[in-house]
């Protein structure tokens, strides 16, 4: 890894305007592991210009779709190539333990493959526009596009941006977060080692509240496509408005895990587990309320405490690490404080609940993989997203009770419903206000599969077709295909406008 993270704009690598920096430190150990170029308004500025050229001469949006679909598949094999080296980066960085990063981190080529096909299958229409013309509708990409990512999945989440706005022929500025910069800027590089001309993917590294602002800010962007906290994303969502252009966001969730009493219990709390503490709980879906049906109640809390405490909570680097800890100080801070809340508040920690004791936690922003019990609607803990390794659990009466325990939340990005009783499964989650909804799964993810949450969890959605259009604009072309001469002026006959 470099000591210093640069910015890259029109193909060059270059500091901050004002060579100003922040470092980042491994959430592990509290070591220092490099510094990164804090972009300036001006900086933004320059990344803007120089996408804006890139696109106005088309050394990108003309190339053919058959060529820009080559380039993108070309970057997948290099990606494939280099993934055990950036899951290490990533590790490091974010504490996520190499297992999941090597594991998530090997299946993101299929984003380029995937997008790379779109491009060249996506066709325009020719809606029927009466006898005397022919109505030619092109899809066109938009311009500079501005991309905000965070730090729990910092490739994942650039990747899903990057495919669908390439594919369809944009410029590009990425502003990665200030916790996890380092492989989304390899990424640029890989890109343009691919064949993607400079100027095309700019990347402004920097702290959200100066650089994502300057870039939500600029007039010179055609969208803004955001994965961040609620709260940021309405920010960024104000700004796209005044600017009058599109904005996709995914942002908070509190997924509920539904558990109904056919289950296999071993099987619904290994689900559990996994949609809890996968990423030490920092995922937008999270399972972080676990509801089960009240007949089965006490029995699988019971397993799902025995298993939570015997989750190997560690070095991030070790492939033995199950749990790694929290991405930073103001995560795990938030994290304990929500559970001292719900302590407060009457609800019963079950399990973990904690900051780790030992040697190997005493540097590391580590947290205990906690489950709370006796938790009513009324708690801070039931409707507040923690994005910590914290989940609730609650018993449910039936498919009503439990539909409107799910629903009760600002949130609506994810659930999960556990049953093997298909008809309840289909019946239960067409009821919900909820925008990915697994059965007998959680966090499974595809390129062609929609992404996207609804209520407070955000606008538009990543992956599939939707995706890439949401990156282009349609063209209407209206031709006209009379031979009779036209002459609105000439004529007293009764007019019609087609
Ligand atoms: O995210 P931020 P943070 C949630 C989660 C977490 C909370 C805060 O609840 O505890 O958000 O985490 C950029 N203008 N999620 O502070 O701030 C920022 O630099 C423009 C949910 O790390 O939302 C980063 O690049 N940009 C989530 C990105 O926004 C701004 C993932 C996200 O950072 C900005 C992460 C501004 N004013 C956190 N302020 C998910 N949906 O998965 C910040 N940014």
């Given amino acids: 890894m470099a000591d210093?993270?640069?910015?890259?704009?029109?193909?060059?690598?270059?500091?901050?305007?004002?060579?100003?920096?922040?470092?980042?430190?491994?959430?592990?150990?509290?070591?220092?592991?490099?510094?990164?170029?804090?972009?300036?308004?001006?900086?933004?500025?320059?990344?803007?210009?120089?996408?804006?050229?890139?696109?106005?001469?088309?050394?990108w949006r003309a190339m053919p779709p058959r060529e820009r679909a080559r380039i993108l598949n070309r970057a997948a094999v290099l990606l494939a190539e280099r993934v055990d080296e950036?899951?290490?980066?990533?590790?490091?960085?974010?504490?996520?333990?190499?297992?999941?990063?090597?594991?998530?981190?090997?299946?993101?080529?299929?984003?380029?493959?995937?997008?790379?096909?779109?491009?060249?299958?996506?066709?325009?229409?020719?809606?029927?526009?009466?006898?005397?013309?022919?109505?030619?509708?092109?899809?066109?990409?938009?311009?500079?596009?501005?991309?905000?990512?965070?730090?729990?999945?910092?490739?994942?989440?650039?990747?899903?941006?990057?495919?669908?706005?390439?594919?369809?022929?944009?410029?590009?500025?990425?502003?990665?977060?200030?916790?996890?910069?380092?492989?989304?800027?390899?990424?640029?590089?890989?890109?343009?080692?691919?064949?993607?001309?400079?100027?095309?993917?700019?990347?402004?590294?920097?702290?959200?509240?100066?650089?994502?602002?300057?870039l939500t800010e600029h007039p010179g962007l055609a969208k803004l496509d955001v994965t961040g906290g609620t709260e940021t994303g309405r920010v960024i969502a104000a700004a796209a408005g005044r600017s009058l252009i599109p904005v996709t966001a995914e942002l908070g969730g509190k997924a509920p895990v539904i558990v109904f009493d056919d289950v296999d219990i071993d099987t619904a709390v290994a689900g559990a587990l996994f949609a809890a503490f996968i990423a030490t709980g920092q995922?937008?879906?999270?399972?972080?309320?676990?509801?089960?049906?009240?007949?089965?109640?006490?029995?699988?809390?019971?397993?799902?405490?025995?298993?939570?405490?015997?989750?190997?909570?560690?070095?991030?680097m070790d492939l033995q690490t199950q749990v790694g800890p929290l991405v930073s100080q103001a995560q795990r801070d938030k994290t304990a404080a929500a559970v001292d809340r719900a302590r407060e508040q009457g609800a019963t920690v079950l399990a973990g609940g904690r900051i780790p004791e030992g040697a190997q936690y005493a540097n590391g922003w580590f947290y205990e993989p906690t489950i709370v019990g006796d938790i009513r609607r009324d708690h801070d803990l039931w409707s507040e997203e923690v994005f910590g390794p914290v989940s609730v659990i609650a018993p449910f009466d039936g498919e009503d009770d439990a539909v409107m325990m799910a629903n009760d939340s600002p949130f609506g990005l994810a659930a999960s419903v556990w049953t093997q009783n298909v008809g309840r499964?289909?019946?239960?989650?067409?009821?919900?206000?909820?925008?990915?909804?697994?059965?007998?799964?959680?966090?499974?993810?595809?390129?062609?599969?929609?992404?996207?949450?609804?209520?407070?969890?955000?606008?538009?959605?990543?992956?599939?077709l939707e995706a890439f259009r949401s990156y282009t604009r349609q063209q209407s072309l209206i031709i006209n295909a009379s031979d009779t001469p036209f002459d609105w002026f000439g004529t007293d006959e009764d007019l019609r406008y087609s």
């Fill in 425 to 464: 499964a289909v019946r239960v989650s067409r009821r919900l206000d909820i925008g990915i909804v697994w059965i007998n799964d959680h966090h499974r993810i595809d390129p062609a599969s929609p992404w996207g949450g609804f209520k407070d969890s955000g606008i538009g959605s990543e992956n599939g």
């Fill in 283 to 316: 995922t937008c879906v999270q399972g972080a309320r676990i509801l089960v049906s009240r007949n089965i109640y006490d029995r699988f809390q019971e397993v799902l405490v025995t298993r939570t405490r015997q989750l190997r909570l560690g070095d991030p």
């Fill in 86 to 214: 950036y899951a290490r980066l990533e590790s490091l960085q974010i504490g996520r333990t190499l297992r999941e990063m090597r594991a998530q981190l090997k299946r993101l080529p299929e984003w380029l493959e995937y997008f790379a096909a779109v491009a060249q299958t996506a066709e325009g229409s020719c809606p029927e526009f009466g006898p005397e013309h022919l109505n030619v509708v092109r899809r066109v990409p938009l311009g500079v596009v501005g991309l905000i990512t965070p730090w729990n999945h910092p490739l994942l989440i650039t990747m899903k941006k990057v495919s669908a706005a390439l594919a369809a022929g944009n410029s590009l500025i990425i502003k990665p977060s200030e916790l996890g910069p380092a492989v989304p800027g390899q990424l640029v590089a890989l890109l343009e080692e691919a064949g993607v001309p400079p100027g095309v993917v700019n990347f402004v590294p920097g702290l959200g509240r100066s650089t994502g602002k300057a």
């Fill in 4 to 59: 210093q993270l640069l910015l890259h704009v029109d193909g060059k690598d270059q500091p901050a305007s004002d060579g100003g920096e922040f470092a980042v430190h491994n959430p592990a150990t509290g070591e220092h592991l490099y510094t990164v170029a804090n972009g300036t308004e001006e900086d933004v500025n320059g990344a803007v210009l120089a996408g804006r050229a890139a696109f106005d001469d088309g050394r």
